[in-house]
C-alpha cells in the first residue's frame, strides 16, 4: 500500500498532536506543584511555552488535519492557519530567549557575585515582559490575518495539479496582492522577526558555555553551592543551550524547505517532513525540560526533597561558598 501525502502529513500531525498534548500537560502539572507564593520569571515564560505549544499542535496541526482529510479551506482559514502558525513559532523563539537572558544573568551572577541582592523590580516586571511579548507578537502578524487574501486562482484550482501532493503548501497560500508589500513585509519583515532572536539566542547559549567555562577554571569540577536557587539556576542554565540546540536546527531546516518548496513538492514525505520541522519542537520541548530535571539530580521536579549527604572530614570544602 503506497502512502499517500496526505495521509503521510495526517499521520505526522496525529503523533505530534498527541506527544505534545501529553508532555505539557505533564509539564503544566510539574511546574504548578512548584510555584508557593509569587509567581517568578521563570515560572511566567513555561507557562508562556506551554500555552503556546499547545496552540501550536491544537489549532494548526489539527486545521492541517482538516485540510488533508479533503475539506478545503476558505480564505478565512488559510489566513488564520498561516496566522497562528507563523504568532506560535515566533513567540516560542522569543519566549526562549527570554528564558536564556534570565538563566544568563542568574548564573553570571552567582559566579561574579556583585554583593548585592537582585533587584524586585525585575520580577515584579516580568508579567508585563510576558504580556508585552505576547501583544507585540499579536501586533507583528495581524496584517496577516486582516490584509491578506487568498488568491482567486487558487480557489478555482484544480486538486489534479502536479503539486497536490502538497496542497496546503501551495493551495492554501495567502497574500496582500502587492508585490512590493509580500516582499519586504513578507519575505523580510517576518524573517528577521524570527531570524534576528533565534541568532541572538545562540549568542547568549554561547556565552552561557563560557561562563561555565569560567566556572570550572576558578572552581574546578566543584558545584557551585547547595541553595536551591542556585542549583536550579545551573539547571535552567544547561536546559536554555540543549533547548537552543533543538529549535535552531529545526527552524532552518524548515525555513529552507519552504524556501525550495516549489523544487521539492513532487516528493511525498515532504508535506509530514515540513510538519514535523515546524511542531516538533512544541512536542518535545516538555519531555527535555523534565528529563534534564531527572538528570540533573533532583528526586521531584522541583528538588524539593534532597538527601542529606554524607558527614565529611571538617577539612574538605564541598562548596566555595561553605
Same mark, same amino acid.
Given at each position: 500500500?503506497k502512502? %499517500?501525502a496526505?495521509?503521510?502529513?495526517i499521520?505526522a500531525?496525529a503523533?505530534?498532536i498527541a506527544?505534545?498534548?501529553?508532555?505539557n500537560?505533564c509539564?503544566?502539572?510539574a511546574?504548578?506543584?512548584?510555584?508557593?507564593?509569587r509567581?517568578q520569571? #521563570?515560572?511566567?515564560v513555561?507557562?508562556?511555552?506551554?500555552f503556546v505549544?499547545?496552540? /501550536?499542535n491544537? =489549532?494548526v496541526?489539527?486545521m492541517k488535519?482538516?485540510y488533508? #482529510?479533503?475539506i478545503?479551506?476558505?480564505?478565512?482559514?488559510?489566513?488564520v492557519?498561516?496566522?497562528?502558525?507563523?504568532l $506560535?513559532? %515566533?513567540l516560542?523563539?522569543?519566549?526562549?530567549?527570554?528564558?536564556a537572558?534570565?538563566?544568563h544573568r542568574?548564573?553570571?551572577?552567582i559566579i561574579y557575585?556583585?554583593?548585592? !541582592? !537582585?533587584s524586585l523590580?525585575?520580577?515584579?516586571?516580568?508579567?508585563?515582559?510576558?504580556?508585552?511579548?505576547w501583544?507585540a *507578537? =499579536?501586533?507583528?502578524?495581524v496584517?496577516?490575518l486582516?490584509y491578506?487574501?487568498k488568491?482567486?486562482?487558487l480557489n478555482?484550482?484544480?486538486d $489534479?495539479d502536479s503539486?497536490?501532493?502538497?496542497?496546503?503548501?501551495?493551495a492554501c497560500?495567502i497574500?496582500f496582492g502587492?508585490?512590493?508589500?509580500?516582499?519586504?513585509y513578507g519575505k523580510i519583515f517576518?524573517?528577521?522577526?524570527?531570524?534576528?532572536?533565534l541568532a541572538?539566542? =545562540?549568542?547568549?547559549c554561547?556565552?552561557?558555555?563560557?561562563?561555565?567555562?569560567a566556572?570550572?577554571?576558578?572552581y574546578?569540577?566543584?558545584?557551585?553551592?547547595?541553595d536551591?536557587?542556585e542549583?536550579?539556576?545551573?539547571?535552567?542554565a544547561k536546559?536554555s543551550i540543549?533547548l537552543?540546540?533543538?529549535?535552531?536546527p529545526?527552524w532552518?531546516?524548515?525555513?529552507i524547505l519552504?524556501y525550495?518548496?516549489k523544487?521539492l513538492? *513532487?516528493? =511525498?514525505?515532504l508535506?509530514?517532513l515540513?510538519t514535523?520541522?515546524?511542531?516538533?519542537f512544541s512536542a518535545? %520541548? !516538555?519531555?527535555l525540560?523534565?528529563l534534564?530535571?531527572?538528570r540533573?539530580?533532583?528526586v521531584?521536579f522541583?528538588?524539593? /526533597?534532597e538527601?542529606?549527604?554524607a %558527614?565529611? !572530614?571538617?577539612?574538605?570544602?564541598? #562548596?566555595?561558598?561553605?
Open positions: 500500500m502512502l %499517500s496526505d495521509l503521510l502529513e499521520i500531525c503523533i505530534l506527544v505534545s498534548f501529553v508532555g500537560v509539564l503544566f502539572y511546574t504548578r506543584k512548584c510555584v508557593t507564593g509567581l520569571t #521563570s515560572f511566567l513555561i507557562f508562556s511555552l506551554i505549544h499547545l496552540i /501550536k491544537l =489549532v496541526n489539527v488535519i482538516v488533508s #482529510s479533503g478545503v479551506l476558505d480564505s478565512a482559514g488559510c489566513r492557519l498561516h496566522f497562528t502558525a507563523a $506560535t513559532t %515566533s516560542a523563539i522569543w519566549f526562549m530567549l527570554r528564558l537572558l534570565l538563566y542568574k548564573l553570571h551572577r557575585p556583585l554583593g548585592e !541582592p !537582585p523590580d525585575q520580577e515584579n516586571h516580568s508579567f508585563k515582559e510576558i504580556f508585552a511579548l501583544v *507578537g =499579536v501586533a507583528v502578524y496584517p496577516l486582516i491578506t487574501r488568491p482567486e486562482y478555482a484550482g484544480n $489534479t503539486l497536490s501532493t502538497n496542497r496546503i503548501y501551495t497560500l497574500g502587492n508585490k512590493q508589500v509580500d516582499f519586504y517576518l524573517v528577521l522577526v524570527d531570524g534576528l532572536p541572538i539566542l =545562540v549568542f547568549v554561547f556565552w552561557i558555555c563560557c561562563l561555565f567555562s566556572k570550572k577554571m576558578t574546578g569540577d566543584i558545584w557551585i553551592g547547595d536551591v536557587s542549583i536550579e539556576t545551573l539547571r535552567g536546559f540543549l537552543m540546540l533543538l529549535i535552531t529545526l532552518i531546516s524548515h525555513f519552504v525550495f518548496l523544487d513538492a *513532487g516528493y =511525498v514525505f508535506p509530514a515540513l514535523v520541522l515546524s511542531s516538533g518535545l %520541548s !516538555p519531555f525540560l523534565m534534564i530535571n531527572y540533573v539530580k533532583f521531584s522541583c528538588g524539593a /526533597k538527601e542529606n549527604p %558527614s565529611q !572530614p571538617a577539612n574538605i570544602i564541598l #562548596s566555595p561558598y561553605a
